[in-house]
């Protein structure tokens, strides 16, 4: 895809990379990459939202051959940061898109930054609460993999083994503890929970919880897709985002600055 432009930052020690399209004026969204993976699996959902709209797709810390730092952030920490990030890239008013565990960490943000969004997309959400086992995790993950194409799977592997496999570890066990589904409930924005109709992890009956635990949201299936609908049904994906995107709108407006949480327990 061309016009990307590519940017490293750097926030607390925490290393992030940028991909950017620009279109001045025209609605905003952030894709953030799930575990294990990286900007690389939005490609196909970024080129078709950048028709009509500026898109940032960011790599998170030990991800995409983004360096790992001597520590492990857990979800809070790592969105923090990344509200950071956002605002070096002066993004204001965007819609946060977050695939799998990019879900916990938009979800996170939005908490943490309102500021920033204007509604929250959540594809593929984990973890279910009634599945919250990593050996459960992991079969379903297996299951799903074994039948998607095999040029994702391509692109699937290849990040998992830039990622490593104790990186991936140290992740996941934020990814299993995150309680996204008490996390949702204090959103101040709309929040789109959007599934493949043969989606495995996240099944109908979780993301239904879901939505019924939020303020403001609604459920999209992307028929006859997987996990990774948001690559292999890239324009249907697209199209459902563009549709929530005109419709969400800030609940509320902070009078200046970001508007910051009281601290709570850490959710990692």
């Not at 898109?55 to 509200?83: H, M, Q, S, Y």
Request: with cysteine; net charge positive.
């Amino acid at each position: 895809m061309s016009g990307v432009t590519t940017q490293h930052h750097s926030v607390t020690n925490l290393a992030f990379r940028s991909f950017s399209t620009r279109r001045p004026g025209a609605p905003v969204y952030v894709l953030v990459h799930g575990i294990g993976m990286s900007h690389r699996y939005f490609r196909r959902l970024q080129a078709e939202l950048a028709t009509d709209a500026e898109v940032r797709a960011v790599d998170l810390p030990g991800f995409g051959g983004v360096p790992k730092p001597g520590r492990t952030p857990g979800i809070r920490e790592t969105a923090d940061a990344l509200g950071r990030v956002l605002d070096e890239l002066g993004v204001r008013d965007a819609v946060m898109v977050g695939q799998s565990m990019g879900s916990q960490w938009v979800v996170e943000l939005a908490r943490l930054r309102p500021d920033l969004a204007r509604g929250v997309v959540a594809l593929g959400p984990v973890v279910d609460s009634a599945r919250r086992e990593a050996v459960t995790q992991a079969l379903l993950l297996a299951r799903d993999s074994a039948l998607e194409p095999p040029r994702l799977n391509g692109i699937v592997v290849s990040d998992y083994l830039r990622c490593g496999p104790v990186w991936y570890a140290r992740q996941a066990v934020h990814m299993l503890r995150y309680p996204i589904e008490e996390r949702i409930s204090g959103l101040g924005v709309p929040l789109l929970l959007m599934r493949g109709s043969n989606d495995p992890i996240a099944s109908q009956e979780w993301v239904e919880r879901l939505a019924a635990r939020a303020p403001i949201a609604e459920v999209a299936v992307i028929e006859g897709h997987r996990h990774l609908a948001h690559f292999t049904a890239p324009r249907e994906t697209a199209e459902r985002i563009r549709d929530f995107s005109s419709r969400a709108r800030r609940r509320s407006a902070p009078a200046a600055g970001p508007a910051r949480e009281s601290p709570h327990p850490p959710a990692r």
